[in-house]
């Protein structure tokens, strides 16, 4: 997947034992079963937190949760008590734009001084609104007594700041790190700091409103007295460096930011399309894809960058994001060109081994921890992903198709060069026309593609694959990407560079269908090893060669039926390995769970070739998981086990959520059904062979967007028909349907 694996590590093992393995490839505990803790996430730019129900971050082995800044924990602990007792959860939630994460709290019984009885329960309530802006959490904690009397409270928050490194908290162990400076303790706020190993001062600023009773180094107490049927209000500010602290009132603070923030987010949401359907669920699936799409989006210079998933991929990952880019482009063609612009400033112009760069190649992940700055892991600029830069490419030429914006390709037009440059010289290491990778250090990746477990490329008889390894969905990349350049090539006026890829993409296709496809198996095998044996593996990856248009038409309609058969398909979607493999597990992290990201380009693929009813199933199953998840919201993968009746998926323990290329599935599933394409110099949105999963009946897209025009349709289903009706508009769109 993204970064490094994400496979939990066994349980019981101590930190320091058999850990050469596992600090290679970066596991994580088992331990931290995010699904278990079913965690409240903020975000915004740089920082990400992590909340429990009840607003509180709970510091310990294993705990993924508090406040982190550029991949630093600044807020390792924060506990709130009322009168010595956790306050009893009534309810949480995060507002439906995310903006917000609101809890709701009560007193249990208080005991007086002869242990009997002084305050029953449920009368003291306590509100904690919070939201994460500009690299600090702002909290408001509303209490309101609704006793027939007043009720002096006494409130005790504890926090810490570990300025633990996120790889540290992922699982690996150091034998050295910096020093915890002496916390700077004022009237109402303190600064705890830390000075790392790569000599940077990482500090957290807690400030408090109205002035505590009591203030240390790692507790707040405040008391409160309140008056029947009334309400008293506590501010608190905690601000990740560099933040200038605000001077005086803090709920003057608090409104002011919070307008701010909700007004940036309601401007970010209005670039994109809007779907409203007559499923309530479905719309409640949807909005939650755009709000998590808006909330994992970071502005860089270049525009929007959606970071890859929460809490252990919040940074800038390249595979990732021009996944996120493809899945979300007809809607919001703005984050493909953010991704883009971000990915050619930072392409690769050397060779440099630790971080597995080469010229032209394109980012794999970027970290600003002291472990990356230190090199103790190799992510600060990491380029290890052997599909990033064909990728690159092939989403350069769908933002073409999108937006004819021929005029921002002119300016990448050196970048795509030097990647198509790099998939000839560094890509293709033996000459062989495919496109191989090989890690150069022992740090590096051992497999480099989106299933980056060790153990995720292996043949038949389940013994793994040694390499370098040619992966059937890059050769697919590379079809993609070449297809992509024929047309950029041809729209910039050099017509004879744009015929050369055309040429090359056509020869790829006969090359890869002689070297890939098994007819005992009846569908692409899984890879090439370095001996150009084939990996006889019936696997996902197959889905990804129909997305690109790389399959041969004679090969698809069993490809297809390979991927829908039950040992593939499970019933909430397509399995990364059928279970018919011999490292099948539904629970691993590669070898047999179910990823969103994966069934959309999978889906995409189907509808390419016109299969829509598979499409359909694919949809139809991840709508139907996500109407079993936490907040509606598809999470990283979960576990391959067959659908059973009546009985949700099974979720992966650790699995990120949200997650950029999982929240945008869904939004590329409606394409996929709608056959949805545009073309900008006629102004023109078609819609070949449009259908509707069973479970909508009626749909609407509301400003879809074709060069300068807009337009709203609505789609009907009529019995096996879908109707479709163009509405408002502005500009000179046209709809036109194709049988």
Request: proline share 5%; with cysteine.
């Amino acid at each position: 997947m993204t970064a490094s694996q994400l496979e939990p590590q066994a349980p019981g093992i101590e930190p320091g034992q058999a850990l050469s393995q596992a600090q290679t490839q970066f596991f994580i505990p088992a331990t931290a079963s995010l699904h278990e803790r079913r965690p409240r996430t903020l975000k915004h730019g740089d920082s990400f937190a992590v909340f429990d129900h009840s607003g509180d971050a709970i510091s310990g082995p294993g705990s993924p949760e508090g406040l982190y800044h550029r991949d630093t924990r600044h807020l390792s602990h924060l506990y709130l008590t009322i009168n010595g007792t956790r306050p009893i959860l009534l309810s949480s939630g995060l507002r439906d734009d995310n903006a917000m994460l609101t809890c709701d709290l009560t007193n249990p019984d208080f005991a007086g001084d002869d242990g009997r009885v002084a305050v029953e329960h449920d009368l003291i309530h306590l509100r904690r609104t919070r939201f994460l802006w500009n690299a600090a959490v702002h909290e408001r904690i509303t209490i309101r007594n609704f006793d027939t009397e007043a009720r002096t409270v006494t409130v005790d928050i504890g926090f810490a700041a570990d300025f633990a490194d996120l790889f540290e908290i992922r699982g690996m162990t150091r034998l050295r790190r910096g020093t915890m400076r002496e916390p700077l303790i004022g009237q109402s706020d303190v600064l705890l700091s830390y000075e790392g190993r790569d000599a940077k001062v990482r500090a957290t600023h807690l400030r408090f409103d109205p002035a505590p009773k009591e203030l240390g180094e790692n507790h707040v107490r405040f008391e409160v007295t309140v008056p029947p049927a009334e309400r008293r209000t506590l501010y608190i500010l905690i601000c990740c460096q560099p933040i200038e602290q605000p001077s005086g009132d803090l709920s003057k603070h608090f409104l002011k930011t919070l307008r701010e923030s909700m007004q940036s987010l309601k401007q970010a949401r209005s670039r994109a399309a809007t779907v409203r359907s007559s499923n309530q669920l479905f719309n409640e699936v949807t909005r939650r894809s755009v709000a998590d799409i808006t909330m994992l989006s970071t502005d860089t210079e270049y525009g929007p960058y959606p970071y890859a998933g929460i809490p252990w991929f919040s940074t800038v990952f390249g595979r990732d994001a021009i996944i996120t880019a493809l899945e979300t482009l007809w809607m919001d063609p703005a984050i493909s060109r953010g991704v883009l612009g971000y990915l050619a400033a930072h392409q690769a112009d050397t060779f440099d081994a630790d971080a597995d760069a080469e010229p032209g190649k394109i980012l794999h992940e970027v970290r600003h921890g002291e472990m990356a700055e230190l090199g103790e892991v190799p992510f600060r600029h990491y380029y290890g992903s052997i599909d990033s830069t064909p990728l690159f490419v092939m989403l350069a030429g769908a933002y073409l198709e999108r937006t004819a914006d021929l005029a921002f390709l002119a300016s990448i037009r050196p970048h795509m060069e030097a990647a198509l440059a790099w998939i000839d010289n560094h890509g293709d290491r033996d000459g062989d026309g495919f496109v191989e990778y090989g890690r150069f250090t022992e740090q590096g990746l051992v497999n480099q593609g989106w299933k980056d477990s060790h153990d995720s490329v292996f043949h038949a008889d389940g013994s793994i694959a040694k390499g370098p390894i040619a992966l059937a969905e890059v050769q697919a990349y590379v079809f993609g990407a070449w297809k992509a350049a024929e047309a950029i090539f041809t729209a910039l006026g050099d017509a004879e560079k744009g015929e050369l890829y055309a040429r090359r993409a056509e020869q790829l296709c006969d090359h890869f269908d002689a070297a890939f496809f098994d007819e005992a198996l009846g569908t692409y095998v899984l890879a090439l090893d370095g001996d150009k044996c084939p990996c006889r593996v019936r696997s996902s990856n197959a889905g990804h060669v129909l997305f690109t248009g790389l399959a041969k038409q004679e090969r698809v309609a069993s490809v297809v039926r390979t991927l829908m058969a039950p040992a593939s398909f499970s019933g909430w979607g397509v399995r990364t390995i059928a279970s018919t493999e011999a490292r099948y597990n539904p629970m691993s992290y590669h070898n047999g769970s179910i990823w969103p990201h994966d069934n959309a380009l999978i889906a995409a693929g189907f509808s390419r070739y016109g299969y829509r009813r598979e499409a359909a199933q694919i949809f139809e199953g991840l709508f139907a998981a996500a109407s079993y998840v936490d907040l509606m919201r598809l999470p990283e993968l979960f576990c391959g086990f067959p659908r059973r009746r009546a009985q949700g998926p099974t979720f992966y323990p650790v699995a990120c959520s949200p997650q950029a290329w999982s929240a945008a599935a869904p939004l590329s599933l409606i394409q996929s059904s709608l056959g949805l394409g545009f073309d900008v110099a006629q102004s023109e949105i078609s819609l070949r062979e449009p259908t509707l999963p069973r479970f909508v009946d009626e749909l609407t897209l509301y400003g879809l967007n074709v060069g300068n025009a807009s337009v709203n349709i609505a789609f009907d289903r009529m019995g096996d028909k879908v109707v479709v009706k163009p509405l408002d508009k502005t500009g000179a769109a046209r709809v036109v349907t194709v049988a």
